[in-house]
């Protein structure tokens, strides 16, 4: 199994049990979010219960709740929206710090294509939700989800050149 660390935080962010796509030059990763049910649920077990004392509403309340499959798994944070200009400004700082911790063969693709992934993103800008890692450190990568036309499960967007491969 592979998982992918925030290279800042070492927050793990993803796995290889979410397949991605490369968008923008091998920049980004997109990756298919669900939502799942998560809880209590009712199993029969082949009781009679209607042979046992009681009523039909005594036993344990369904707790059964609604989540994002990689929000969940990765215990990601949900940030409050940036506004154009904060977003330039974290993404200035981010690529910075990100860009001391590429080796040189990787850092002249970052500095190539980074340009191109920040305006696509910041073209969805108005619709996307903004998530860090369970750590919640605010020098480390962002992950970004929207709702493509129509979609009921949720895009993510990862920065690719922020994730640290680990075998498991």
Known sequence: MLVYQDLLTGDEL?????????????MLWEVEGKWV???????NIGANPSAEEGGEDEGV??????????IDTFRLQ???????????????????QLNLKLD?????????HIESAVKFLMSKLKDLQFFVGESMGDEGSLVFA????????????YLA??????KC
């Open 161 to 166: 050149y922020g994730l640290k491969e680990i």
């Open 146 to 157: 929207y709702y493509k036309d129509g979609a009921t499960d949720p895009t993510f967007i």
């Open 14 to 26: 993803l796995s290889d049990s979410f397949p991605y796509k490369e968008i923008e030059n091998g």
């Open 37 to 43: 049910v998560q809880g209590a649920m009712e199993f």
């Open 104 to 112: 040189s063969e990787k850092q002249e693709l970052f500095k190539k």
């Open 61 to 70: 309340d369904d707790q059964a709740v609604k989540v994002v499959d990689i």
């Open 78 to 96: 949900e940030q409050p929206p940036f506004e154009k200009k904060q977003f330039l400004t974290f993404m200035k700082r981010y690529i910075k």
